[in-house]
């Protein structure tokens, strides 16, 4: 009896297990945490020193977004104190790690919020991060731009689906687009400009994938389309033979995705191996050149919205290509760097009103002054025009549409989001 | 239901690799009661032992002639990883109580996991599989790839290569002999060492021709396919009747079946749309479990289990 009675015991483990293997191992990749450079953007000493905080996961596995991150606000502070942008004051910054863990990423905004010369931050990477940091920042009215948050809820609260939109914290601010506008964009270019009618649609069930397919499908039934089918996925499946059935069955012409490149390339690759030969279509999540060696050659037609336009197209982003390659940092700026930059240059030029509407010299509340201003910031930035809506978003809606041809991601569409 | 033809062929590929993993799960378990939970890492590590197998052969070289090359690079990579964890991980625990050797199961799947996501060039992300080009073989609407091929005709061959291996053999005599009393066969004069080695060999064998299959049918392999793989097949073992090779393969097929029926139909149940899609295939696949071992504790074509206290 004691033998059955172990059976039965390692039974339920496994059957925990397999259950709760769902969403547990999302995407180790490599983690090559590097600190590049010093962390000061130096300067004389004579005039007053103003700290730009950052907080990213700067080691883990999402360290190379990170760095991006943290370079190109260091990169941001050492062009303003070259060109002497704020005359008398000198900027620098104070980078914190927060492993893209919320509980970390908390302990950061409060030692942030304690640092004498800290009158802005930019980050977090995380919406999850972002989510503990909110209230510190608030309460210290310590500004906080993220260059890469897209959950809705930071800026327009819970509600915001049913169009009950109410600002969270006044200190919120971001530089990145939110999924309410990727999702819609993805929608309108599917039914205007690719004429496809029937979609299916598949999520991951985590915040960012279901978040985006379900803006993603409401649109685009408002638009006059079908969703033909709604299915979701464990991420860390492997097998995805039945749901292409199911796919091919239902007379799809397209698929849309909500999640990320390591479920999304063998998905797609399934899905045409299994008879469903239409597009797979998916967010920010799956832009990424791995998407492509996962799908096995099948990728090829696949889309994929992304926030912006390629950073390296823009004329005003060439100069700040030119000035990290010059720079020399070990990491890429990665997919948010030019967003960071942005990010760090409103919170100088924030700093700069401030002083300049004090007379020209440093107002003794510079943080209270910056927030004020930070909402008013207007200027031309390496991601297009930067500026803040009243819930702190950015008025930059602009999304690109990305195709798969010949093996690699090329550019289809750029738009601009008008709602 | 016109899909129902793919369905089921979906959920026979997927059964007949579940039954090739399950039976090193099984055989080991006949043979000395053990769970072996690193076996889902011997199957993963079958995998990468094949795909090294095939980076060594020169570059071109067709995958029908690479193919054989690549299982037996599998085979060895399996057999040699799950050999040395029985001499060196569960040998000098055989006397131990029963949950130290489960223990330091689990503890060896997570070390060899970690080992080659350290130290497989690349390893840490997926790693493309060779695959057979060509367009499905398609009869309508029912497909069927011809990667998979190579599963359906192994998986069968795998079952008859080890019926006849137990049934006519000296070493598979003594193998029965070994499950059903071990000291009298110790003295019978059979050497149960060598016996519980063959067995971990063997299983470790099935499982890196899973792993090929694997391989060929999904197009990648990576560090981690082994965890949710080995937890299926051993719930296969157990739904097939531990201990019963036969039960193994039985029990994948019911298994891989019921998550594919699962994932194309339950949505279509009035009331259980929330309740169905590929998320909840692990769900019905459990329920599935559950039910059986209430109304058949030893397993669909198990019988010994109960009566070995």
Known sequence: ?419 | MHELPQNLANGLMLGLMYGLIAIGYTMVYGIVQLINFAHGEIFMIGGFGALTAYAALPHGTSLWLALPVMILGGVIASVLTATAAERFAYRPLRTAPRLAPLITAIGLSIALQQVVWAFYPGGKKALSFPQFGGDPIGLGSFHLQRNDLFLLVAAPLCMLVLAAFVRLTRTGRAMQATAQDPDTAKLMGIDTDRIIVVAFALGAAFAAVAAVAHGLRYGQVDFTMGFLAGLKAFTAAVLGGIGNVYGAMLGGLVLGVAESMATAYVQDVPGMHQLGGGAWANVWAFVLLIVVLLVRPQGLLGERVADRV
Request: proline share 4%; charged share 20%.
């Open chain 1, 1 to 419: 009896m004691r033998k059955s009675s172990l059976l039965v015991v390692t039974i339920a483990v496994t059957a925990a297990l397999t259950l709760s293997a769902c969403g547990s191992r999302g995407g180790k990749s490599d983690s090559g945490a590097d600190n590049a450079g010093a962390s000061n953007g130096g300067g004389n000493s004579s005039s007053t020193k103003v700290v730009i905080g950052i907080d990213a996961p700067i080691s883990g596995s999402l360290s190379a977004l990170g760095l991006g991150i943290r370079n190109s606000v260091e990169l941001a502070a050492k062009q303003a104190n070259a060109k002497n942008y704020v005359p008398g004051v000198t900027f620098s910054i104070e980078a914190k790690d927060d492993q893209a863990n919320p509980t970390t990423g908390k302990q950061n905004a409060t030692a942030l919020v304690d640092t004498k010369g800290v009158v802005g931050v930019v980050g977090p990477l995380n919406s999850s991060v972002s989510l503990t940091m909110q209230k510190v920042f608030d309460d210290a009215k310590l500004a906080q731009i993220s260059p890469a948050n897209t959950s809705p809820d930071l800026s327009l609260g819970p509600d915001w689906g049913s169009g009950k939109f109410a600002r969270q914290y006044q200190s919120y601010f971001r530089t990145a687009t939110t999924d309410v506008v990727q999702g819609k964009f993805a929608a309108q270019y599917l039914y205007n400009d690719a004429k496809k009618t029937k979609v299916y649609v598949i999520d991951d069930k985590k915040t960012y994938g279901a978040g985006l397919a379900s803006i993603f499908a409401d649109e685009f039934k408002r638009l006059g389309g079908t969703v033909v089918g709604t299915d979701h996925i464990n991420p860390g499946d492997k097998d995805f033979s039945a749901i292409a059935t199911k796919v091919a069955g239902a007379g799809a012409d397209s698929v849309y995705y909500g999640g990320e490149y390591p479920d999304a390339g063998p998905l797609s690759d399934q899905l045409k191996k299994g008879g469903a030969k239409v597009p797979l279509f998916g967010g920010d999540g799956i832009y990424d050149p791995e998407f492509v060696k996962l799908a096995n050659g099948n990728g090829e037609g696949d889309l994929a919205t992304s926030v912006g336009v390629p950073v390296e197209e823009l004329d005003s982003a060439k100069e700040f290509v030119a000035n990290y390659t010059a720079a020399n940092y070990k990491d890429p700026y990665a997919a948010y760097g030019g967003y960071s930059y942005d990010a760090a240059w409103a919170i100088i030029e924030a700093v700069k009103a401030a002083v300049e509407h004090n007379g020209g010299k440093v107002p003794a509340d510079l943080r209270t002054q910056v927030l004020a201003e930070l909402g008013k910031v207007k200027f031309t930035g390496v991601t297009g025009p930067v500026a803040f809506d009243e819930y702190g978003d950015t008025t930059n809606k602009q999304l690109t549409v990305y195709s798969v041809q010949s093996g690699a991601w090329k550019k289809v569409k750029s738009g601009t989001y008008s709602g």
